[in-house]
T-cell receptor, first 114, second 111 residues
Framework: NAGVTQTPKFQVLKTGQSMTLQCAQD?????MYWYRQDPGMGLRLIYY???????DKGEVPNGYNVSRLNKREFSLRLESAAPSQTSVYFC?????????????FGDGTRLSIL | AQRVTQPEKLLSVFKGAPVELKCNYS??????LFWYVQYSRQRLQLLLR??SRESIKGFTADLNKGETSFHLKKPFAQEEDSAMYYC?????????????FGIGTKLQVIP
């Protein structure tokens, strides 16, 4: 039972580099989320996807792009990494409309940008 | 704008003592409230939802609209309750699921 799988678990980038964080879920959930977690700030929503092919901005979308090419996968891309994007990133999924909250989380990706 | 406040970063209690993790919120409409928990080296997981009125692992939480609070309580703390706890709010407005999390409270149960 993998649930929500995130790759990679750790990554170090230099300022200006690009990378894509991958997320996949095997629970046939419609909704998927990307959050970032910073000390003293809790989890903040970056992007949200209600279904395949649809995405919507969350609270802190600047500097990120997302892609929901199929129901299983929801990727987060940093086109030009900045030190302010150093954070722990969590992917999550849920089954609306009866559930409005993220139900299952991945292990997280710890990203450091130098 | 919606906001969730968890006033305590760290709460230390002795094993067997009652636990109350505080959560206050601000939102003009009728929200849904949740508690999440993250045990050491485990994934963040949903603990309970106020609309379910359930008790999970001995924890309960009651939504108090007058005081805009959703405190998490347990009568007798156990060592395995040590974890990070996050309170969260969803507006359920416009069909857009936008959950706001608090900064979390670390619960430390002292043997």
């Amino acid at each position: 039972n993998a649930g929500v799988t995130q790759t990679p678990k750790f990554q170090v980038l230099k300022t200006g580099q690009s990378m894509t964080l991958q997320c996949a879920q095997d629970m046939n959930h419609n909704s998927m989320y990307w959050y970032r977690q910073d000390p003293g700030m809790g989890l903040r929503l970056i992007y949200y996807s209600a279904s395949e092919g649809t995405t919507d901005k969350g609270e802190v979308p600047n500097g990120y792009n997302v892609s929901r090419l199929n129901k299983r996968e929801f990727s987060l891309r940093l086109e030009s990494a900045a030190p302010s994007q150093t954070s722990v990133y969590f992917c999550a999924s849920s089954v609306p409309p009866d559930r409005v909250e993220p139900q299952h989380f991945g292990d997280g990706t710890r990203l450091s940008i130098l | 704008a919606q906001r969730v406040t968890q006033p305590e970063k760290l709460l230390s209690v002795f094993k067997g003592a009652p636990v109350e993790l505080k959560c206050n919120y601000s939102y003009s409409g009728s929200p849904e409230l949740f508690w999440y928990v993250q045990y050491s080296r485990q994934r963040l997981q949903l603990l309970l939802r106020h609309i379910s009125r359930e008790s999970i692992k001995g924890f309960t939480a009651d939504l108090n609209k007058g005081e805009t609070s959703f405190h998490l309580k347990k009568p007798f703390a156990q060592e395995e309750d040590s974890a990070m706890y996050y309170c969260a709010l969803s507006p359920r407005a416009g069909g857009y699921q936008k959950v706001t999390f608090g900064i979390g409270t670390k619960l430390q149960v002292i043997p």
